[in-house]
């Protein structure tokens, strides 16, 4: 089985601009989970999702930072104006109904110039 | 006082040493715990959940003090392949069937030969 999918793997953007990036989760997975890696703040969760429905956004660091998940099996989060603090590793984790394992993908690496 | 807090190492180990790291959480609610591995530029991975009784796999044992909050994780016989930042985890309950994994910064391990 392929597990959690994310694209793209390495973004570098210029400050201001738009960055989307996209999460496809496991297969017949209920819950999705945005997450931002730094060295200074460690793996902080942004956002999830149960049956594509944002349950806790309060990780969300400011309206700049948007997430969706139209379906089951994708989702966005969307950066609108980008920063350079905006720089990290941003991963997507998926996770079946009444398990607590949780499934990351490869993380895209965001570069904000 | 932060949620989960670890020693962020580095622990430089010969091979074949045993290695402990320690993990303290400061809810009280908290439900379940886990460890996690982080291999350089790569995603988490569950290692291990984290039993009140005490559980082993392998060379890895785990164990919980509730009274304490606090969790270890003992690697005996290190390999040089046990090189990696091991993340503590904490899964709380934060109501209307809203669970959330909250990470520490991890602790680097570095087996040396």
């Known amino acids: 089985d392929a597990g959690v999918i994310q694209s793209p793997r390495h973004e570098v953007t210029e400050m201001g601009q738009e960055v989307t990036l996209r999460c496809k989760p496991i297969?017949?997975?209920?819950?999705l989970f945005w997450y931002r890696q730094t060295m200074m703040r460690g793996l902080e969760l942004l956002i999830y999702?149960?049956?594509?429905?944002?349950?806790?956004d309060s990780g969300m660091p400011e309206d700049r930072f948007s997430a969706k998940m139209p379906n089951a099996s994708f989702s966005t989060l969307k950066i609108q104006p980008s920063e350079p603090r905006d720089s990290a590793v941003y991963f997507c984790?998926?996770?079946?109904?009444?398990?607590?394992?949780?499934?990351f993908g490869p993380g895209t690496r965001l570069t904000v110039l | 006082r932060k949620e989960v807090e670890q020693d962020p190492g580095p622990f430089n180990v010969p091979e074949g040493a045993t290695v402990a790291f320690n993990c303290t959480y400061s809810?009280?609610?908290?439900?379940?715990f886990f460890w996690y591995r982080q291999d350089c530029r790569k995603e988490p991975k569950l290692l291990m959940s984290?039993?009140?009784s005490g559980n082993e796999d392998g060379r890895f044992t785990a164990q919980l003090n509730r009274a304490s909050q606090y969790i270890s994780l003992l690697i005996r016989d290190s390999k040089l392949s046990d090189s990696a930042t091991y993340l503590c985890?904490?899964?709380?309950?934060?109501?209307?069937?809203?669970?959330?994994?909250?990470f520490g910064k991890g602790t680097k391990l570095s087996v040396i030969p």
């Open positions: 984790a998926s996770s079946g109904a009444g398990s607590d394992t949780q499934y």
């Open positions: 297969s017949g997975h209920d819950y």
């Open positions: 999702f149960n049956n594509n429905v944002p349950i806790d």
């Open positions: 809810n009280s609610a908290s439900q379940s």
């Open positions: 984290v039993y009140s």
């Open positions: 985890v904490v899964d709380t309950y934060s109501g209307a069937g809203s669970y959330q994994l909250t």
